[in-house]
């Protein structure tokens, strides 16, 4: 039997038996069991729901930041700026990616001088340079401007915190200062200040957009969103008319002629008469584009296009050209050429002092009978032509910067016999060297006016011209028989005359010195400033090239003959080396290289 | 047993079941006992041995069985369309499977492809820069005076004078008639 306690404890027992079990039928019936399930399914529901618009609506835009920083990705494709190559394909300039190396020793995991032992052997750099760099601030401090792409993977290999590498461009010009008055350089931001890199800006400049990819979890690009023509890189360059190793090659024989004489500059132009394609264009003193900081900005200019002097008898064939035309005279017409004569009070010297053919004139450079050459001209006449050759304009060439000659109005050269009597041996006007070579080249090609060019075009990589700039067309000035009557007067100045300096054995070489006053600011000339210079028509027997040098204030004086012929004649020896130029009477070249070689 | 029952009554499905079975058991019958009724019907037909009784239920079970009627086409045209849906769909699951497969792989490999061409690029850019670089180091070189060389000048040009043009007479070419020797080669097959 059970206890009293025990009975007392059953009864409640029992009471609570009946009203549990009550409580678990209804527990257990199904209706209760599917509320509650549904119940259950329904507040997991809400919790979705209220969860889906935490997650969409409040934490949305945040959510979404970080989805698109983890799987879309924004790369701008190295797009360099064009080459630029000569017309044998040398390259004058390129782009290549460098990086800047950026310290940041807050963030370093390891000791300075750790990372230092690190990047030293990589950068060639002592552990002392670069820890003393890491002290100079707690972040950002520059360690390197131009790192190249190899020497920056190997710093990203080493997987240091707190090095940071930035990308940009960089302009190489490996030939350095070769073409750097016709190639010019950019700057840091990478846009053209002179020469061609400032001239053909639009065209060497390829567009770089950036472009918006997803990414896969491992950073593997996803190609499906990559807008059409994304790999098709052109290949396109400029390239040039300019002849490398001929530019090589005159540089020297330049400078050293302008050291030699204390001269302030020189510069030499070849060109192709027929064409207008600049072979050479070279000046001295020059600059390394790769440092062009370090040069005067006077020096990014190039001189033979920008600055103007007065031609001085290097004019003088264009003149008889004129005449010859009008056939106000023949070459072997007599001209009466007195030593001195006096025009409008001013008094002009240079003559024989007695009776020359035109020929001689031009031979032996006789001021006096120059001005009765172009007295035999109508001023009108006269003046009209010397505008149709483009005086007072500018020449068309495509570097930038090009000045136009000075020439004087039609008024004052009509009405004024001194005006155009110092016209006759190039004085009173200036022009830029440039366009004494275009007035020469008229004489070379049988009359044309052609445009003096550097630029070929743009080629792609299989030598297909995709782009070329319009020049404007060659205009006849002169007739053929009138060049062809200049010619032997031209070769008479270098067999017999003022340019026998420029003499190449074995070859007929056609010239012309000149020596100018240079004007001293004040509406006079100076005493003591000339410009030497001489042009070359060569061969003089079957005309190609013009080549021009002159040689700006020789210290001690002298005369286009004396100091630019004889750069013109080693010019010549080079072109004719280099482009396979035959001698016109071969058995004198051989019989100067036996002189030679004893 | 009674609240389990009637808690069972509300379901629609257990209505039916009541209707069904009404209609085959005998109507007086309370429904809630099948059972009993099953054995009074038994107990009606008292005396007789289950053996004869066999045959007997059969017959009638049989007779009210619905016979097997030939399918209609109808849903003869359904299930064979049925049949065919199903492997088209396993065909078109499998060939999404295959092309998604392939989508994946192939930006896998475009990406791969084009971390190839990159690293190209760039060599090649570094090439170009080298060559050039490289090209005007031995430039300098060769001008520098003691490197033994010289510039090229007209002296060092080999000047051939070009021969008088000869009037070349036409040779007759001889023309040899080749025989026809084929046929005497017996077959290398043989």
Do not use: C
């Amino acid at each position: 039997m059970a206890s009293p306690s025990s009975s007392r404890t059953s009864r409640p027992r029992n009471r609570s038996h009946s009203k549990p079990s009550r409580l678990f039928a209804w527990a257990n019936s199904l209706k209760f069991r599917a509320v509650l399930v549904w119940g259950l399914l329904i507040a997991a529901m809400g919790a979705l729901v209220i969860n889906l618009f935490y997650v969409q609506i409040v934490q949305g835009s945040l959510l979404r930041g970080i989805a698109q920083s983890h799987q879309v990705t924004q790369i701008r494709p190295f797009m360099p700026r064009r080459n630029i190559v000569d017309r044998d394909g040398n390259i004058l300039a390129l782009d290549r990616p460098v990086f800047t190396l950026f310290a940041h020793p807050k963030l370093f995991k390891l000791s300075k001088e750790e990372v230092a032992e690190k990047l030293s052997p990589i950068m060639e750099r002592p552990i002392a340079t670069l820890v003393k760099q890491f002290n100079e601030g707690e972040t950002g401090v520059r360690i390197e401007y131009s790192l190249i792409e190899d020497i920056s993977n190997r710093i990203i290999d080493l997987r240091l915190d707190g090095l940071e590498l930035i990308p940009h461009q960089q302009r190489l010009y490996p030939h350095k200062e070769v073409a750097a008055d016709i190639v010019g350089f950019v700057d840091g931001e990478h846009v053209g200040q002179a020469g061609l890199e400032l001239s053909q800006q639009n065209i060497l400049t390829r567009p770089s957009q950036e472009i918006r990819l997803r990414q896969m979890g491992d950073g593997a690009l996803m190609p499906d969103q990559i807008p059409s023509g994304f790999l098709t890189q052109d290949d396109l360059q400029l390239r040039l008319t300019l002849d490398t190793r001929l530019q090589r090659a005159v540089q020297p024989i330049l400078k050293q002629q302008v050291t030699k004489v204390g001269a302030k500059k020189g510069t030499v132009i070849v060109m192709d008469a027929y064409t207008g394609e600049l072979l050479t264009l070279a000046s001295y003193p020059s600059y390394d584009p790769n440092q062009y900081y370090k040069a005067k900005p006077e020096r990014y200019k190039t001189w033979a296009i920008t600055d103007l002097y007065e031609p001085g008898s290097t004019f003088k064939p264009i003149n008889v050209a004129i005449a010859l035309e009008n056939k106000t005279v023949k070459p072997d017409t007599l001209i009466d050429n007195p030593s001195a004569i006096s025009i409008d009070e001013w008094p002009i010297t240079g003559g024989s002092g007695g009776s020359e053919t035109v020929t001689d004139i031009v031979i032996n450079s006789y001021n006096v009978g120059m001005v009765h050459i172009v007295d035999t001209l109508k001023p009108e006449v006269y003046y009209a032509w010397l505008r149709r050759l483009g005086m007072g304009g500018v020449v068309g060439v495509d570097l930038p910067s090009e000045s136009p000659g000075q020439f004087k109005s039609r008024k004052q050269f009509v009405e004024n016999r001194i005006d155009r009597a110092v016209t006759a041996f190039g004085q009173g006007f200036s022009l830029t060297p440039m366009k004494l070579v275009q007035l020469h080249a008229t004489i070379a090609n049988g009359g044309k006016l052609v445009t003096p060019h550097v630029i070929q075009g743009l080629f792609d990589s299989k030598g297909r011209l995709y782009w070329r700039p319009s020049l404007p067309a060659q205009r006849q000035v002169f007739s053929p028989s009138t060049t062809k009557a200049i010619l032997p007067m031209m070769e008479g100045v270098v067999t017999q005359g003022t340019g026998k300096a420029a003499q190449l054995p074995g070859y007929h070489v056609a010239g012309k010195t000149g020596t100018s006053q240079k004007a001293n600011g004040f509406g006079g000339y100076s005493e003591s400033a000339y410009v030497t210079s001489f042009v070359s028509i060569f061969p003089a027997d079957k005309p190609r090239y013009v080549v021009l040098a002159v040689i700006d204030e020789p210290a001690g004086g002298g005369y286009g003959g004396t100091i630019a012929a004889p750069v013109v004649k080693e010019v010549l020896q080079v072109l004719t080396a280099l482009e396979n130029i035959p001698p016109s009477v071969p058995g004198e070249v051989s019989a100067e290289s036996e002189n030679s070689a004893d | 047993m009674a609240t389990a029952l009637r808690s069972q009554r509300p379901t629609p499905r257990d209505a039916r079941s009541d209707r069904f079975t009404n209609r085959q058991a005998p109507r007086r019958n309370p429904p809630l006992q099948p059972i009993q009724v099953a054995t009074s019907v038994s107990n009606s037909q008292s005396f007789q041995s289950p053996l004869a009784l066999v045959p007997a239920a059969p017959a009638q079970a049989v007779r009210k069985l619905p016979t097997a009627r030939p399918v209609p086409n109808w849903l003869r045209l359904l299930i064979q369309a049925q049949r065919g849906s199903l492997i088209v769909t396993f065909a078109l699951v499998v060939a999404t499977l295959v092309v998604y497969g392939g989508t994946v792989y192939m930006q896998q490999l475009w990406s791969k492809e084009y971390r190839k061409l990159k690293t190209m690029q760039r060599s090649e850019r570094q090439m170009l820069a080298a060559s050039e670089v490289l090209k005007n180091q031995i430039i300098q070189q060769a001008e520098s005076p003691n490197s033994g060389l010289v510039a090229k000048s007209p002296q060092h040009t080999l000047i051939l004078e070009s021969a008088p043009i000869r009037t070349v007479k036409p040779t007759l070419i001889p023309v040899v008639i080749k025989a026809d020797t084929s046929a005497n080669v017996p077959p290398l097959g043989y």
